[in-house]
Structure formats: C-alpha cells, structure tokens
C-alpha cells in the first residue's frame, strides 16, 4: 500500500493527532495572556467589526463578480444578487462540510442550474472561477514570502536559502501557468505523462480527465476572451486583498504599526493552513493556529493581540454563517413558489 493510499484509509485518525496538537498549543497562547491588556483591547471591538464585515464584503462582491464574469453570455439568465447568493452558500458549505469544495461548487451549479443556465457552461464558470482563484492566491502567496523574507529575516545565509526556495515555487507555479493557458494542452498532457509512471498512482484516469477539462476551460477563456480572463483575474486577487485588508483593520486599530504588506503576508499564509487543514470542518483550530504563526512572522507577537483577531475573524465568520441561513431560506420560498407558478 502506498503513503497516499495509507494516509485517505486513516484520515480520521491523521485529523484527531492534528486536533489533538494544534489546540495544545493553542493552551498553550491562551495561559501566556495579560487578560488587563485583553480587556483594553476587547472594548476596541464593537467598532472594528464594522470594519471587518465592510472588508469582508468587498471580498464577497469581488469574487462573485469573478464568477459572473465566468459565466459568460449565461449570467443574463440570472441577477448579480442571486449569483451572489448562491456563491455566498456554496462557500459556506465547502467550509464546513466534510467534502469540501466538491459539495460547495455542487450546491452552487445545483442553484444555477435551476435559473436555467446550460450545465456546461455552467460547471465551466464554476471550474473556471476556482481556478482563477487558486492562481491568483498561489501569485499572491509566492509574493508575500518573498516579501517576509527580504523585510522580516535578513539577509543572513539561511533567508537566502529559503528565497531561492520561494522563487523556485514562483517559477514552477508561473510554468504550470503558462502550461494551463495554452492551446496544445500541456497541463493535461503532463498529468497524462505522470500517470504512466508508477510512483504517481494517486492520479487515476479521472483525475487526468478533470486536469484536460480545466486546461481546456483555461486555455479557451484566456485565447478567446482575454479582457474577461485579466478582469476575473484581478477580481479573484481582489477577493484575497480583501481579506488581508481585516488583518490591517484589527492591527492598527489595535496601534500595532504594520504596513498592508504585512498583512497581505499574514492573510496568505493563513490560508495556506487553511487549505492543509481543509479536512477539518470550519479548520476549526487550523486557522487560529495558522493566525499565530504568521503573527509572529511579521514581527506581532503579543498573544492578547492573536487573540482578539481570532475571535474577530471568527465572529466574522459567524456572521456570514447566519446570512447564508437567510440566503437558503429565501431562495428555498422562492423555488416553491416558481413550482406553484408552473404547476
């Protein structure tokens, strides 16, 4: 049995060690804390949540104008706001549902499916728009080490090392870029290759077919309507600026002197633990670990300060956790009265 196999039969008990060991640490923050500076800095909140949400909002709007972009000549049968409903769901879901984004991006193609958009141009929007947003993340990751590197570490012999490590992922993700963007296909005809070889076994026939889908998706999007594909781009770029623009807001109202590189770097690194930790519901533990961390790197080290974010971006996420409530309920009366109409 190979690692890849060994490690999907016992993936519950890899999650329970992962648990187990990020909320240890997690003990460990929370015993270190002046509660006399936490007090002081949770009578700040009340005015920073307006800031978080109005963030947290930009980035909702920024992606799901990516997504509508994406849908092409389809997104006539269906409003902004509802797109904007129906992706705000999906969301919700891929965050808290086991599978992840295979039921998020379902949900969603279910709703589009039902204001009569083609399925495949839909499913097309749906890949489309993911893959925009894991480029635009994976440029924006690469950047931000970079950043942290050059400003935060020096330039001893250890940070040199570990730049040319970062600018050899950048290179690698810039060539699997230009691979997924032109026409001869090359991302899927490199999966193919791969899965000739028997070291690769975890890709499957499936796996290569999705890989040739997407590459198609990509390659056509970008050749055929390039205005469209640099607009989604930077609208899926926009959705992560955003997001770091919630660190900047709770930092500096907190008078910790960060600049918004700082917080760019802090948001990215964040989501990369996030996406480690992807099969923990809501990265429950993950992502207030992942905070810790990428505090500390940016020179913010105060656990009071760690803190009041995750519970900030948690509140946050609670929030928009009760809009989608309201989403489903509205959209399900509304289904039941377009069947009452036909019937």
Excluded at 102 to 131: E, M, N, P
Excluded at 139 to 162: C, F, M, P
Excluded at 242 to 266: H, K, N, Q, T
């Amino acid at each position: 049995m190979n690692t890849f196999h060994f490690i999907k039969k016992n993936k519950r008990y890899f999650i329970a060690i992962l648990l187990v060991v990020v909320f240890a640490l997690i003990g460990r923050f929370i015993t270190t804390i002046d509660f006399v500076k936490l007090k002081k800095y949770l009578l700040e909140m009340p005015v920073m949540i307006g800031g978080v949400l109005l963030a947290s909002v930009l980035a909702y709007i920024s992606s799901t104008a990516a997504w509508w972009l994406c849908l092409g000549k389809e997104r006539k049968k269906t409003t902004f706001s509802e797109l904007f409903a129906f992706k705000h769901l999906g969301e919700m879901l891929t965050v808290f549902n086991p599978t992840g984004i295979v039921a998020g991006d379902g949900l969603k193609a279910t709703y589009i499916f039902q204001k009569g958009v083609d399925k495949k141009d839909g499913l097309s929007s749906i890949l489309l728009s993911r893959a925009l947003i894991f480029l635009s993340g994976i440029s924006l990751l690469v950047i931000s080490t970079v950043y942290i590197i050059i400003s935060k570490t020096g330039n001893d012999e250890s940070s040199a090392r570990i730049l040319t490590g970062v600018i050899t992922i950048g290179l690698g993700a810039v060539f699997l870029s230009i691979l997924g963007l032109h026409k001869n296909l090359y991302l899927g005809k490199m999966a193919k290759i791969l899965k000739s070889k028997k070291k690769f076994t975890f890709i499957t026939d499936k796996s290569v077919a999705s890989i040739y889908d997407i590459n198609q998706l990509l390659s056509d999007f970008f050749r055929y309507r390039k205005t469209s594909f640099i607009s989604a781009f930077l609208l899926s770029a926009a959705q992560w600026m955003f997001g770091a623009l919630e660190f900047f807001i709770v930092l500096r109202m907190l008078s910790v002197p960060v600049v918004f590189p700082d917080a760019v770097a802090v948001e990215m690194g964040v989501i990369f633990f996030k996406t480690v930790g992807a099969v923990v519901p809501g990265q429950l533990g993950i992502e207030e670990y992942g905070n810790k961390v990428m505090l500390d790197t940016i020179g913010v080290h105060g656990n009071e300060i760690w803190l009041v974010i995750t519970l900030m971006r948690r509140s946050r996420q609670l929030f928009w956790l009760g809009i989608a409530g309201i989403f489903a309920i509205v959209i399900s009366k509304n289904n039941q009265k377009e069947i009452s109409t036909d019937d």
